[in-house]
């Protein structure tokens, strides 16, 4: 099977910076767009930033020039990192990726989700 895992949330204090990372495992036989999303307490998950597998990027407009996403092909891992933090910027961070297993099955995956919170 094919596992996200995540890592790197935790309390910052406004301004300051944090790195996700988000790992695939498993019977991968390709990674197509991987992407960060978020889900903030009483609103809707939202689309954070977009990585293809060849580079192209795609964000929010809220974290355009503060946040940058990228990916290590030879890993499986998609990283984001995020500077210039606000209080808004609180939620549930998601990760997500567009996976062709072994078998040929292609599936959109979720991560388990790691807290990020932006607090004084």
């Known amino acids: 099977q094919v596992q996200l895992v995540e890592s790197g949330g935790g309390l910052v204090q406004p301004g300051g910076s944090l790195r996700l990372s988000c790992a695939a495992s498993?019977?991968?036989?390709?990674?197509?767009?991987m992407g960060w999303y978020r889900q903030a307490p009483g609103k809707q998950r939202e689309l954070v930033a977009t990585i293809t597998s060849g580079g192209s990027t795609n964000y929010a407009d809220s974290v355009k020039g503060r946040f940058t996403i990228s990916r290590d092909n030879t890993k499986n891992t998609v990283y984001l990192q995020m500077n210039s933090l606000k209080p808004e910027d609180t939620a549930v961070y998601y990760c997500?990726?567009?996976?062709?297993?072994?078998?040929?099955?292609?599936?959109?995956?979720w991560g388990q989700g790691t807290q990020v919170t932006v607090s004084s």
């Open positions: 997500n990726a567009d996976i062709l297993d072994l078998g040929l099955r292609k599936n959109d995956y």
């Open positions: 498993g019977r991968i036989l390709a990674i197509y767009t």
